[in-house]
């Protein structure tokens, strides 16, 4: 494999390791409730179940993830 591309791939995987990548898809998923609910008070047309359902699922997934690299880099440091 060229230099190049195992570097790059060694960034990729710090940065998931990090958990940077759940912490900007949280984000994205929080501001995608705040507009449902937004559109929920101030309009006549109602998001679907299934929309809701798919944004409390991102946001349940993404916390799961950023939670198991909080314990693996607390296992980390305790080794």
Same mark, same amino acid.
């Given at each position: 494999?060229? *230099?190049?591309? *195992?570097?790059? /791939?060694?960034?990729? &995987? %710090?940065?998931? *390791?990090?958990?940077?990548? &759940?912490?900007?898809?949280?984000? +994205?998923?929080?501001? /995608?409730?705040? +507009?449902?609910? /937004? ?14 359902? /798919? +944004?409390?699922?991102?946001?349940? &997934?993404?916390?799961?993830?950023? %939670? ?6 607390? *296992?980390?440091?305790?080794?």
């Amino acid at each position: 494999m060229k *230099e190049s591309t *195992e570097k790059f /791939l060694r960034r990729v &995987s %710090d940065v998931c *390791e990090e958990g940077t990548i &759940s912490k900007v898809l949280f984000g +994205i998923y929080c501001v /995608l409730f705040v +507009i449902n609910m /937004l559109l929920c008070i101030f309009s006549e047309k109602k998001p679907s179940w299934l929309n809701s359902a /798919l +944004i409390g699922a991102g946001i349940g &997934s993404t916390h799961y993830y950023m %939670d198991k690299y909080a314990r693996k880099k607390a *296992e980390k440091a305790e080794a």
